[in-house]
Nanobody, 120 residues
Framework: VQLQAFGGGLVQAGGSLRLSCAVS????????MGWFRQAPGKERELVAS????????YYADSVKSRFTISKDNAKNTGYLQMNSLKPEDTAVYYC??????????????WGQGTLVTVSS
């Protein structure tokens, strides 16, 4: 399974970005996608997850009502729409997939990170 994440960039506070994560390879072996972020000096944290089969959602409290995770099964692509961005959202964002939603960061497959920088 290979993942390619893209869509990061520099945005002003209050702005929006949409991250995409294209999944290829043995996609039938995965049913969950998560978006993580890691800011300098901080641990990697899960910000949102979705299951492909039934669309179950999870959001970290810090991003609820601002971020939306979604999927396009036909394209094997997941998205993270980020609105009302804040400087504290600045981080490297990673997508990950697994057969089910693991505990913590123990996901099987990871994409390369994409940097999101929010200026104040």
């Amino acid at each position: 399974v290979q993942l390619q994440a893209f869509g990061g960039g520099l945005v002003q506070a209050g702005g929006s970005l949409r991250l995409s994560c294209a999944v290829s390879g043995r996609t039938f072996s995965t049913d969950a996608m998560g978006w993580f972020r890691q800011a300098p000096g901080k641990e990697r944290e899960l910000v949102a997850s979705i299951t492909w089969s039934d669309g179950r959602l999870y959001y970290a409290d810090s991003v609820k009502s601002r971020f939306t995770i979604s999927k396009d099964n036909a394209k094997n692509t997941g998205y993270l729409q980020m609105n009302s961005l804040k400087p504290e959202d600045t981080a490297v964002y990673y997508c990950a997939v697994d057969r089910t939603i693991p505990i913590g960061t123990a996901w099987d497959y990871w994409g390369q990170g994409t940097l999101v920088t929010v200026s104040s």
